[in-house]
């Protein structure tokens, strides 16, 4: 079965700093990989998705993830942090499955920007 | 721009009471699911169905029910609400490929007292 684990569920940033949340999955096939954003009282909008082909992917708000098949990770990055993206962060893995697939999440990252 | 509405977005029942909480999507997928998410933000699949008349239990266990009469439809019930069913619950769909994600409805969040 696969697991995703999520490190660290409060990040602090400065406005302007780098945003790193960090993501490793365990899959025993290929996964496909996803990182989710939920704004309060919101529900999750989908941020960007790995599934085959270039292992940077870039997505929405200026973030991007690198999947790193040898150290089994998905780390979410942005550059400059804006207020705008405190917010909780989900990463996400989907295998495919003789019954079909199902995503199996992260338990989340809360971001808070500071000032 | 929402595609996927839920309603109540808010519900504050008595204990015993019995609810409906609405899922509609106009996307035409197949694939719809049911997220109950506690307060320390971890989201957890109750139900998901792959198309009409198909539902399966996800990985936790919940005393509600759902059906899918209509693709479009896949409301949740619970026959006696109690307080530890408040949460906040969350209606997904998505197509059948695979790599496909999932779009979130806003959620309900429902307090029982």
């Known amino acids: 079965a696969q697991s995703v684990t999520q490190l660290g569920s409060h990040v602090s940033v400065s406005e302007g700093a780098l945003v790193l949340l960090r993501c490793n999955y365990s899959?025993?096939?290929?996964?496909?990989l996803f990182w989710y954003v939920q704004y309060p009282n919101q529900g999750l909008q989908l941020l960007l998705k790995y599934t085959t082909g270039a292992t940077l992917v870039k997505g929405i708000n200026g973030f991007e993830a690198e999947f790193k098949k040898s150290e089994t990770s998905f780390h979410l990055t942005k550059p400059s942090a804006h207020m705008s993206d405190a917010a909780e962060y989900f990463c996400a893995v989907s295998v495919i499955k003789a019954a079909g697939n199902k995503l199996t999440f992260g338990g989340g990252t809360r971001v808070l920007v500071k000032p | 721009e929402a595609d996927i509405y839920q309603t109540p977005r808010y519900l504050v029942i008595g204990t015993g009471k019995k609810i409906t909480l609405e899922c509609s999507q106009t996307?035409?997928?197949?694939?719809m699911y049911w997220y109950q998410q506690d307060p320390g933000m971890e989201l957890h699949l109750i139900h998901y169905s792959y198309g009409v008349n198909s539902t399966e239990k996800g990985d936790l266990s919940s005393e509600s029910t759902v059906s899918r009469i209509r693709t479009e439809h896949f409301p949740l019930t619970l026959e006696s609400a109690r307080p530890s069913h408040t949460s906040q619950y969350l209606c997904?769909?998505?197509?059948?490929?695979?790599?496909?994600?999932?779009?979130f409805g806003n959620g309900t969040r429902l307090t029982v007292t």
């Open positions: 996307m035409g997928h197949d694939k």
């Open positions: 997904a769909s998505s197509r059948v490929s695979y790599n496909s994600p999932l779009h």
């Open positions: 899959s025993s096939v290929p996964p496909y």
